[in-house]
Nanobody, 122 residues
């Protein structure tokens, strides 16, 4: 059974940092693309950062570039999202997701974890 569990969210002041973690199980970590998404109140869910292990390509949404860093530890089946210089507009529920294939740009997501709330106060 595929399971994804995000953690690490919380309340932080603008300019601060948080590190999200996502523990994954039930699939071979290196065989699938994985990613971080977020959904702010009243907005659609958006991709924040995605990674495909086959060619080590990492995607960042424009608003995350230069501030967020994706990383993963295949030995621990865990992915991370280091978020620095947080802004109020980063406030959202953050989710991790597994793609149906090894490349995020070719496949859709097939499993989602429960989200973790990130609140940035201005």
């Amino acid at each position: 059974e595929v399971q994804l569990q995000a953690s690490g969210g919380g309340l932080v002041q603008a300019g601060g940092s948080l590190r999200l973690s996502c523990a994954a199980s039930g699939f071979t970590f290196d065989d699938y693309a994985i990613g971080w998404f977020r959904q702010a109140p009243g907005k659609e869910r958006e991709g924040v950062s995605c990674f495909t292990s086959r060619d080590e390509r990492i995607y960042y949404t424009d608003s995350a570039k230069g501030r967020f860093t994706f990383s993963s530890d295949s030995a621990k089946n865990t992915l991370y999202l280091q978020m620095n210089s947080l802004k109020s507009e980063d406030t959202a529920v953050y989710y991790c997701a597994k793609y149906a294939g090894s490349r995020w740009y070719r496949y859709g997501m097939d499993y989602w974890g429960k989200g973790t709330q990130v609140t940035v106060s201005s």
